[in-house]
């Protein structure tokens, strides 16, 4: 497959300060997808990347939550919720980009999880799985059919972007070497099983 051609894109998923060594979220070796993101970038005519950006009272982070500690969970309206540190807040150092991502070739930052009730982990929807980020209107814009997903981390936003890609009928490409993972609870492994069951690819980038 001609990676150039108009119908793929690549989305980049969430690759911040807080999510990489140093951050309020850290993933383990989350720095070290930075170089390959960018070399998957130069592969696409197509470059989407994603931005957690909180407000500091969203009702996602445990601080928001009397006697709730980091990695509870809570139920909300739309179901169950993780509750994190808080990170990524708007206008905050550890919401920017990695400062060696290379942002230029971005067409599109879509900026997700600013409405404070409500968690979105997918690039296309918040978590109650109907309220949408844009995204999907975008790439039918373009005519994409096909998408690759990298980033942060691995067994959440983007694993739950994948799963909304399938649903929305496009072709999904999974890079595994330039994401990295949480791990909550064996949540790696389920995520890479639920991928692989729905028709979600994984790939390596030396595929390309």
């Not at 383990?28 to 957690?52: A, C, P, R, Y």
């Not at 169950?80 to 070739?105: D, M, R, Y």
């Not at 064996?186 to 639920?194: A, E, F, Q, V």
């Amino acid at each position: 497959m001609d990676m150039f051609e108009e119908n793929n894109a690549l989305l980049l998923i969430d690759i911040q300060n807080d999510f990489c060594p140093g951050g309020a979220l850290a993933v383990d070796d989350g720095d070290k997808i930075v170089e390959i993101s960018n070399k998957l970038q130069e592969k696409f005519k197509i470059n989407i990347i994603t931005q957690d950006w909180h407000p500091p009272f969203h009702k996602s982070f445990a601080s928001n939550h009397l006697n709730k500690i980091p990695f509870s969970t809570v139920e909300m309206f739309y179901g169950t919720q993780v509750l994190w540190p808080n990170h990524c807040i708007q206008g905050s150092i550890g919401a920017e980009f990695h400062p060696k991502l290379v942002t230029k070739k971005a067409d599109l930052i879509i900026r997700k999880g600013f409405r404070p009730e409500i968690d979105s982990y997918s690039a296309f929807f918040d978590n109650d799985h109907e309220t949408p980020t844009g995204l999907y209107g975008y790439l039918q814009s373009r005519g994409v059919d096909t998408i690759y997903l990298c980033g942060l981390a691995l067994d959440f936003c983007v694993y739950f972007s994948a799963i909304d890609g399938i649903k929305l009928d496009f072709k999904v490409n999974v890079i595994k070497d330039a994401c990295r993972a949480i791990d909550l609870e064996g949540s790696l492994d389920k995520s890479l099983n639920d991928m692989k069951n729905k028709g979600v690819n994984l790939i390596c980038s030396g595929d390309l």
